[in-house]
């Protein structure tokens, strides 16, 4: 599930690099939630947590039936 993950946040890069940030994948747990450190401009952005959840959580979700949850790791 992994890999999926990875090209699933490839494919939300360039949203976020348009804007100066990233996302860098962390880990998947057994039990689908996603670790992920949003970086750049993302790492210190007042809306990092609405892009974590209403982008980057709900894309995945929505791609990936065994996603649970995303969380930010720092």
């Known amino acids: 599930m992994k890999e999926h993950v990875e090209k699933v946040l490839g ?19 057994e039990d689908g939630v996603v670790k992920v ?15 974590l959840k209403m982008a980057i959580e709900k894309t995945l979700k929505d791609k990936i039936p065994q996603v649970k949850a995303v969380e930010q790791v720092f």
């Not at 450190?37 to 892009?51: D, H, N, W, Y």
Request: glycine letters at 12%.
């Open 11 to 29: 494919d939300i890069r360039p949203s976020l690099q348009a804007d100066g940030g990233n996302v860098e994948l962390v880990d998947v747990t």
């Open 37 to 51: 450190r949003l970086t750049g401009a993302c790492g210190t952005c007042p809306m990092s947590t609405l892009t």
